[in-house]
T-cell receptor
Framework: EAQVTQNPRYLITVTGKKLTVTCSQNMNHEYMSWYRQDPGLGLRQIYYSMNVEVTDKGDVPEGYKVSRKEKRNFPLILESPSPNQTSLYFC?????????????FGPGTRLTVT | AQSVSQHNHHVILSEAASLELGCNYSYGGTVNLFWYVQYPGQHLQLLLKYFSGDPLVKGIKGFEAEFIKSKFSFNLRKPSVQWSDTAEYFCAVDLGGGFKTIFGAGTRLFVKA
């Protein structure tokens, strides 16, 4: 089954304790992105990747890091989480073929930083 | 800066009522347009998309949207909503060929049975 998976689905942590949220897709997509979803703000793009070893900042990259060492994986790293990073995080992947594409989203990771 | 505006944050309708959700974007170049839906507790799913051609696009579950270039709008419509359409709806604009996407703030739709 074609899918985007994220782990963990729920995480409660404390300020300053480094964490990683994993994202993996099995569709051989070139493009991957991370978003955070906050009430009233919709989804905001944190980072995106166009291919292995090619990443760039989205609209809200502060406090986050990413890496793309393999095509299928795109982990999101919070080196020193703070309470303002409490949010719902979505990973997405997409292809571009014949001039059309769409993003496929993971199930989300709900992060609480206390 | 580019932005996407959704006119209504909350909409409450009775079953069988017609739905129209507004979406406007601010970007003068070529864009690709999407509507996604997020059912309670689930991830986002694509409803429909517009890239080129007929500005009236049809999606899943009876939804359609019309692209009006002169108004920078991409409004979502459904003639008759069902209770199962209760969800949050997001308009999105892609600026970067599939990897640079801006989402609107979302519209929460509640359909009364």
């Amino acid at each position: 089954e074609a899918q985007v998976t994220q782990n963990p689905r729920y995480l409660i942590t404390v300020t300053g304790k480094k964490l990683t949220v994993t994202c993996s897709q099995n569709m051989n997509h070139e493009y991957m992105s991370w978003y955070r979803q906050d009430p009233g703000l919709g989804l905001r793009q944190i980072y995106y990747s166009m291919n292995v070893e090619v990443t760039d900042k989205g609209d809200v990259p502060e406090g986050y890091k990413v890496s793309r060492k393999e095509k299928r994986n795109f982990p999101l790293i919070l080196e020193s989480p703070s309470p303002n990073q409490t949010s719902l995080y979505f990973c997405a992947s997409s292809y571009q073929g014949a001039g059309t594409y769409e993003q496929y989203f993971g199930p989300g990771t709900r992060l609480t930083v206390t | 800066a580019q932005s996407v505006s959704q006119h209504n944050h909350h909409v409450i309708l009775s079953e069988a009522a017609s739905l129209e959700l507004g979406c406007n974007y601010s970007y003068g170049g070529t864009v690709n347009l999407f509507w996604y839906v997020q059912y309670p507790g689930q991830h986002l799913q694509l409803l429909l998309k517009y890239f080129s051609g007929d500005p009236l696009v049809k999606g899943i579950k009876g939804f359609e949207a019309e692209f009006i270039k002169s108004k920078f709008s991409f409004n979502l419509r459904k003639p008759s909503v069902q209770w199962s359409d209760t969800a949050e709806y997001f308009c999105a604009v892609d600026l970067g060929g599939g990897f640079k996407t801006i989402f609107g703030a979302g519209t929460r739709l509640f359909v009364k049975a």
